[in-house]
C-alpha cells in the first residue's frame, strides 16, 4: 500500500512516516516538494542508523502525494485541514483518508488543554462532510508525536479508530496494530470521533501536570 502523509513534515506525520515505512511505500506530503524531500531524507537517515529496514520514501507536494497515496493521512493544524483540502477533492475521491486531527482550541490563540469544536461535531466528522466522496477514518488522536518518533522503541498506546465504511476502518485498524506496541480498538461509527479527539487535550494536560514525554491511553476489559 502506497501511503501518503499530507503535512508529513510536521512532528505527528513524520512519526507515522517512520513506522509506516517498515512494511509500506510512504509518500510525504507538504506545501513545497524540496521540504518534504527533505524530510523523507531525513526520515530515511534516521531508520538507517537505527539499522532498520524500510520500503520506499518520498516527498511529494500535497497535491501529487495525495495522487500517489491508496490512504492519504492528514496531519495538518486543525484550522488549515479544509483550506489544504479545497485543491484536493478529486484526487481524494473514493480513496480512504485518515483524519488525526484535533481541535485544540490553539487554533484560536487559546490553550492546548481546551477545544474549539467544529459544527459538524468533531474534525472527523468535519472532514467526512467537506470530503463526501471519500471514506474518512479516524485515528492515530491520543498517540505523542514523541512515542511516534521513537522509533526502535514499542508505542505505549491503544488506537481508538472509528469510521462509517467498514472495510477502511478495518484497514486502517490493521494499519495501525502494525506499529510495534499499539492495540487497534474499533470505537464504532465516526460519530464517535468527538469523544476520541476529545480525550487528547486531557492528555496533554496531563503532560504538563506530571511532566510527561507524552502519556497515552490504554482501554481495559476487552478481551483478545
Ligand atoms: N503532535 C502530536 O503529538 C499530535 C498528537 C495527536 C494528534 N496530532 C494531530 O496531528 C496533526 C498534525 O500535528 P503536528 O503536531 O504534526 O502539526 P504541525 O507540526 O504543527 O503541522 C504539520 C504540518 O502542517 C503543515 N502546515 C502548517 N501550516 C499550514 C498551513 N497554513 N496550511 C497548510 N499546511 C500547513 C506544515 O507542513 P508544510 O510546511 O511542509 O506544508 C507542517 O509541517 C494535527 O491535526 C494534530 O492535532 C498531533
Known amino acids: 500500500m502506497k501511503i501518503a502523509i499530507l503535512g508529513g513534515t510536521g512532528d505527528q506525520g513524520f512519526g507515522l512516516a517512520l513506522r509506516f515505512a517498515k512494511n509500506h511505500d510512504v509518500i510525504i506530503g507538504s506545501r513545497k516538494k524540496e521540504k518534504a524531500e527533505e524530510a523523507s531524507n531525513k526520515a530515511k537517515e534516521i531508520l538507517s542508523s537505527k539499522g532498520l529496514t524500510y520500503k520506499n520514501i518520498i516527498g511529494l507536494d500535497n497535491k501529487e502525494a495525495s495522487k ?52 459538524q461535531g468533531s474534525v472527523a466528522e468535519m472532514v467526512q462532510d467537506y470530503l463526501k466522496d471519500s ?18 522503541n514499542p508505542v505505549d498506546c491503544d488506537i481508538l479508530v472509528c469510521g462509517d465504511d467498514v472495510e477502511s476502518k478495518n484497514i ?19 460519530e464517535l470521533s468527538k ?4 480525550i487528547t ?24
Not at 486502517?172 to 465516526?190: F, M, P, Q, T
Not at 469523544?195 to 476529545?198: F, L, P, R, S, T
Open 135 to 152: 471514506k474518512v477514518v479516524s485515528a492515530f488522536q491520543n498517540v505523542c508525536c514523541k512515542e511516534l518518533e521513537d522509533v526502535g
Open 68 to 119: 500517489e497515496g491508496d490512504i492519504v493521512i492528514l496531519s495538518l493544524p486543525y484550522q488549515h485541514i479544509l483550506s489544504t483540502l479545497k485543491d484536493l477533492k478529486e484526487e481524494l475521491k473514493g480513496k480512504i483518508v485518515v483524519s488525526i486531527g484535533v481541535p485544540l482550541a490553539t487554533a484560536i490563540g487559546d490553550k492546548a488543554t481546551r477545544v474549539v469544536l467544529p459544527p
Open 172 to 190: 486502517i485498524k490493521s494499519l495501525a496494530e502494525e506499529i510495534d506496541g499499539v492495540r487497534a480498538i474499533d470505537c464504532g461509527k465516526l
Open 195 to 198: 469523544y476520541i479527539e476529545q
Open 201 to 224: 487535550p486531557l492528555l496533554i494536560g496531563l503532560n504538563i501536570k506530571y511532566k510527561l514525554k507524552g502519556s497515552g491511553i490504554r482501554i481495559t476489559g476487552l478481551k483478545e
